[in-house]
């Protein structure tokens, strides 16, 4: 029987019980569409995030931080990703405002001068002071994180993002100049300024270090307004900043001990910041962890990996269960034709042929499944992402996932769900085959 | 003339649960082209085991069964189901597939013939003008008369030119005035087409209508007599 005929007859065969055979593939619809909008969802969020990192940390930079976990404290070291409390955290993945790590061990704005002596790799460095305050305008106490950093180093390293919307970023600020984040003038992200440029602000930091506690405060002037950066703000300039000079925050906040230190290398070849960064470590006895965007890229990468894997794993089951469902369908509609075998046998129909007959109907399913899956998941996918998009989870307009569709996950779920479909179809479809026309024919 | 059917001390037994029943007990029968053979028996007399193995569904135990001159118990299952698209087979129970339209009934058996779409669908509407169903083509079988389904089974059993029809209690099911347009139907194949019949049936004035009646009792041939019309 020619292969056309053949698909002919299973297409026919399915037709016949329309409800059936729908109930049978929106079992692997719902499968396939899981599968496809979460790993869109994920892949799109770590291209989000990658992209977000890329931006704030280029790979020919260190960042420098008190402590000696390596890598941990990218992750564990006080807020996360993204996180927006206490008005985000810009400068560096999310390490406390309040530097010091159980070690003991400060850094201090002047190690910059040793730093820049460890080696002809290294550009340049400078610090970051962080602290948790706020602006104070006539009628509006808004929370942000104050950053105090050299302006001129700062605008050469974020080049990209450090960039003024209105108004200008002094290279060579005086003491009360200050830079804003976009969404410190415009904390409802709808147009609604709360000063301009050259306007006055009372910039407020709570000291907690005195008693009683105090606010301390002064009056700034603000210079300029940065263009909307957007992401999750890491490693770099943030929507939610208060950039003040280096020198006026180690008054401000009464201190010389900076949060981080910031490294710019000549290369970005492995090689380099390998040998830059065990410099620096042997320099302070391995009190201070080296961050390099090559390493936080590639463990943000197996973190998705994982992430992927399991929620992957997750969705994969309830292909499982749709697989079942095929099979226990499949086993009703053997019984139920059973005289219908005998009689194609009867017909000269090779044992082959019934087996492709099943096994075509399998397919169809699987293939009508999974196309209409992806189209689910993938509709799915940006509804959701629109959502979390829309601030409904208090991302603001900051927190853009675009969902990612890569050809391998398209081709692997389309695999995938004909392979289960098939797989299962196996079993009763073998059964079919096997059949002895004799018994068949008699089977009322 | 030539040999389409031959049987040589033909035997079959099956295992009823643990008892054995020798539903065959040395059958011998030859039947030739052009032919119109009736096989006449009570039931239990082992008719419908000749009947699978006239229509190569079945295996003897012992014995030889020679259609259109091979020998099927030598024969793989692959190798039978191609031999069976050489017997035109129409059952008791007209077993057409009900979802498929008489046309597409008749297709059926060529496009598992590996017959192409253009040259089956010419050929089954010719089929069903022959057996008088011109105006019934695209009617499904639940829409058709049982006469007109047994001719529709006729049609599906004729269309890949067979070496003979093979019909099993083909008025079974049937009320007399149709099962006497069947039968008169069958008997224009036989002597206007020439085309050998073999017919299995219990209904001894049907049998009658053969050219030959071959009367079975208790596993073996006990009559093989020409009839008188």
């Known amino acids: ?444 | 003339m030539t040999t389409i059917v031959e049987a040589i001390d033909l035997k079959k037994t099956y295992m009823l649960g643990k008892v054995p029943v020798e539903a065959l007990q040395g059958v011998n029968l030859k039947v030739e082209t052009g032919d119109f053979v009736s096989i006449l028996g009570p039931s239990g007399s082992g008719k419908s085991t000749m009947l699978n193995m006239i229509g190569a569904l079945d295996k003897p135990t012992a014995g030889t069964m020679l259609i259109d001159g091979v020998d099927i118990s030598k024969l793989t299952d692959n190798q039978l189901a191609d031999l069976r698209k050489r017997i035109g087979f129409v059952f008791q129970f007209f077993n057409l597939i009900p979802r498929l339209t008489a046309k597409d009934n008749v297709e059926l058996s060529m496009a598992i013939a590996d017959m192409g779409k253009a040259e089956r669908k010419k050929k089954a509407i010719e089929l069903l003008e022959t057996v008088g169903l011109k105006d019934r083509i695209n009617h499904k079988p639940a829409e058709l008369s049982g006469g007109q389904q047994q001719r529709v089974a006729i049609a599906r059993a004729l269309a890949n030119s067979p070496k003979f029809l093979l019909l099993d209690e083909p008025t079974g099911n049937i009320d007399s005035k149709t099962a006497s347009e069947v039968v008169a139907l069958i008997n224009k194949l036989n002597t206007e087409q020439n085309v050998s019949i073999i017919m299995v049936t219990h209904d001894q004035y049907l049998a009658r209508e053969a050219k030959r009646t071959v009367q079975m009792f208790d596993g073996q041939i006990i009559s093989d007599v020409v009839n008188q019309k």
Not at chain 1, 7 to 21: D, E, P
Not at chain 1, 128 to 152: A, C, H, K, L, M
Not at chain 1, 364 to 387: D, H, K, P, Y
């Open chain 1, 1 to 444: 029987m020619k292969t056309i005929d053949i698909f002919g007859y299973s297409f026919s065969a399915i037709r016949l019980r329309k409800l059936r055979a729908a109930l049978t593939t929106l079992g692997v619809i719902i499968g396939i569409a899981a599968i496809v909008a979460l790993l869109s969802i994920t892949q799109g969020l770590q291209a989000t995030i990658t992209n977000s990192l890329q931006q704030g940390l280029a790979t020919n930079t260190l960042i420098v931080t008190p402590g000696a976990s390596a890598l941990g404290s990218a992750t564990s070291g006080g807020g996360s990703f993204g996180a927006r409390d206490g008005g985000g955290n810009g400068g560096s993945f999310g390490l406390g405002g309040s530097s010091s790590s159980g070690s003991g061990f400060n850094l201090y704005v002047n190690y910059t001068d040793q730093i820049d002596s460890l080696s002809p790799d290294i550009v340049s460095s400078f610090a970051v002071i962080q602290r948790p305050g706020f602006v104070e305008t006539n009628n509006f106490n808004n929370t942000v994180t104050i950053y105090g950093v050299d302006f001129s180093k700062y605008s050469q390293q974020y080049s990209k993002t450090f960039i003024a919307a209105s108004g200008t970023i002094p290279l060579s600020p005086s003491d009360n100049q200050i830079v804003v984040g976009s969404r410190v003038n415009d904390p409802g992200q709808n147009g609604t300024l709360l000063f301009s440029s050259n306007d006055s602000v009372g910039i407020i930091w709570t000291n907690a270090t005195t008693i009683p506690i105090i606010n301390e405060t002064y009056k700034a002037q603000v210079s300029g307004v940065l263009a909307k950066v957007g992401g999750f703000g890491i490693g770099g300039p943030s929507d939610d900043g208060v950039y003040i000079p280096i020198t006026q925050a180690e008054s401000f906040f009464g201190t010389t001990q900076c949060d981080t230190i910031i490294v710019q290398l000549k290369s970005s070849d492995n090689a380099t910041i390998t040998n830059v960064s065990k410099a620096i470590t042997d320099h302070f006895d391995g009190q201070v962890s080296v961050i390099s965007s090559t390493a936080v890229l590639s463990l943000l990468s197996s973190i998705f990996s994982t992430v992927q894997l399991f929620l992957g794993g997750i969705a994969a089951i309830s292909l499982l269960v749709a697989g079942i469902g095929i099979m226990n369908i499949m086993i009703v509609s053997l019984i139920e034709r059973t005289r219908e075998i005998g009689i194609l046998k009867a017909l000269g129909m090779k044992s082959r042929t019934v087996l492709t007959i099943f096994l075509g109907e399998s397919v169809i399913i699987g293939l009508i499944g999974a196309v209409a899956g992806i189209v689910l998941g993938w509709i799915l996918a940006n509804v959701t992402a629109r959502v979390l998009g829309s601030g409904v989870f208090g991302g603001g307009g900051g927190f853009k996932i675009t969902p990612l569709l890569t050809p391998e996950v398209l081709i692997g779920a389309l695999a995938f769900g004909v392979g289960i479909s098939v797989i299962f179809a196996l079993y009763p479809a073998w059964r079919a085959s096997k059949l002895k026309p004799v018994e068949a024919l008699r089977y009322e």
